[in-house]
């Protein structure tokens, strides 16, 4: 028996985690049919999950008290205050008795940077009856207090009131806890030494908890290793935009997107492996490689065009530029004898599926993540993207003068508040050959490329 696409079976759950010190010790128990009932609204939480009006069909999961029958599921809540953990019941029996078939449950996701990648990752979870944690800062923390996260997608808005953080401070962390970092690389390294040292138990965080990469580039890992003992990559393929505080669109179809998990740096486990169901659970297509990173060089790859997205206007010559970006990476990817291995090999599953980017009502997908950033007025994860090809090929004796051209522009851009598309192809143009020049001059030779 499935209880949600992708997850494996009652009886496979319940093994994985009675051998795993990662599950949190709460029954859990499968019903059919659920609803929540009519007094649910009133009764007190410090969590709560709202769904759009609709019946469940086939297996589902529902907190204790919020099994009735005949209605509709708008609004099931089931924290308990004291504790943070979920209590569940079967529709059958009252309770998690006589007939209940119970398992431990899964472990709570505190996610650091509830944007556009955490966010989706957050409120999917969080809509599947896992415990989340939400960490923001600024008029998006303000907002997901006062009035929950919305998360926009193609099928219609999914509400979640979580709980919300600025801080490690503000979060009682526990052994049972896994940490997603889901910020940009050039905002990661105050925060991970912040999370590494915040207090579990006896412990620190950097000793006992995991932390999840669910980063572009190949950086945040590396920098992860630094402070915490177990790190998680992510590849991530995920259509998403944060540009309005509270607010965050999904715009993938017919899942919400796809990630790729490992060890970091090589290798999986069983951590790993309940990762994956409870992402694959929430509506994501998941694998899992004990070569994570040769994804993650894939995708940066593809991520070398979001520099060009975000600096440049879409005009006649901006898809060659784009090419070009690319084969530059390939070639210093080449020279350092790390293959990347693209989304069509890393993740077929999403070709099978017909995976898209989709209309979502109430948002229009104007960008890349750069472009948002620029958009926002924030910093741009430029420096890890098209800066780590230039980085190899300053290494290597390779060319890379668009995407150093790119990186130039896009810390022009910030530093000089132009917001996004402020130049031309020809402006890119112009400085790609004057860093041409002068990349060859400063090795003295002529670089291959």
């Avoid at 009519?38 to 589902?60: E, K, V």
């Avoid at 017919?254 to 970091?264: A, E, K, M, Q, T």
């Amino acid at each position: 028996m499935v209880l949600f696409p992708g997850l494996p079976s009652t009886s496979s759950v319940a093994r994985t985690c009675a051998r795993s010190p990662r599950c949190r010790p709460v029954r859990l128990a499968v019903t059919e049919r659920l609803e929540a009932p009519a007094d649910l609204a009133s009764r007190p939480t410090t969590g709560h999950l709202r769904l759009p009006p609709r019946r469940f069909s086939g297996w589902s999961l529902l907190p204790r008290g919020a099994v009735a029958a005949g209605a509709p599921v708008e609004e099931v809540r089931g924290v308990n205050a004291s504790t943070g953990s979920h209590r569940w019941a079967s529709s059958r029996g009252g309770g998690a008795g006589a007939g209940s078939r119970c398992f431990t449950a899964w472990v709570r996701y505190v996610v650091i940077g509830a944007g556009a990648i955490g966010g989706t990752i957050g409120g999917r979870l969080g809509q599947h009856g896992h415990e989340v944690v939400l960490v923001a800062r600024g008029s998006h923390a303000d907002r997901l207090r006062e009035k929950g996260l919305r998360l926009l997608t193609p099928t219609g808005p999914v509400e979640l009131n979580a709980p919300v953080a600025n801080s490690p401070a503000d979060v009682v962390l526990t052994p049972d806890d896994v940490l997603v970092l889901a910020v940009k690389v050039q905002d990661a390294a105050g925060l991970l030494a912040d999370w590494a040292a915040a207090p579990v138990g006896d412990s620190t965080a950097g000793h006992e908890l995991p932390i999840v990469c669910a980063q572009n580039g190949v950086e945040g890992e590396r920098l992860a290793l630094r402070w915490f003992r177990r790190v998680v990559g992510v590849c991530v393929f995920l259509p998403a935009t944060h540009l309005e505080p509270g607010v965050v669109s999904s715009e993938g179809a017919p899942v919400s997107g796809g990630f790729v998990l490992g060890r970091y740096p090589r290798g999986r486990d069983e951590l790993v492996e309940q990762i994956a169901a409870d992402l694959a659970g929430a509506g994501f297509a998941t694998t899992v490689s004990d070569d994570v990173m040769a994804a993650k060089r894939g995708k940066l790859i593809d991520n070398t065009g979001n520099a060009l997205d975000a600096v440049c206007r879409p005009e006649a010559g901006s898809d060659a530029l784009r090419e070009e970006a690319r084969a530059e990476g390939l070639r210093v990817l080449e020279a350092a004898g790390t293959p990347p291995l693209g989304r069509a090999e890393a993740l077929p599953e999403l070709a099978e599926i017909g995976f898209h980017t989709a209309p979502v009502a109430g948002s229009e997908r104007l960008g890349s993540s750069s472009w948002q950033s620029l958009h926002r007025g924030g910093s741009v994860e430029t420096d890890w993207l098209n800066g780590e090809v230039v980085r190899l090929g300053r290494e290597h004796g390779v060319a890379t003068p668009v995407n150093e051209a790119l990186q130039v522009l896009a810390d022009a851009s910030v530093r000089g508040g132009l917001g996004p598309r402020a130049f031309g192809v020809q402006d890119v143009r112009a400085l790609v050959a004057s860093v041409g020049g002068d990349q060859a001059a400063a090795t003295g030779t002529h670089l291959r490329g």
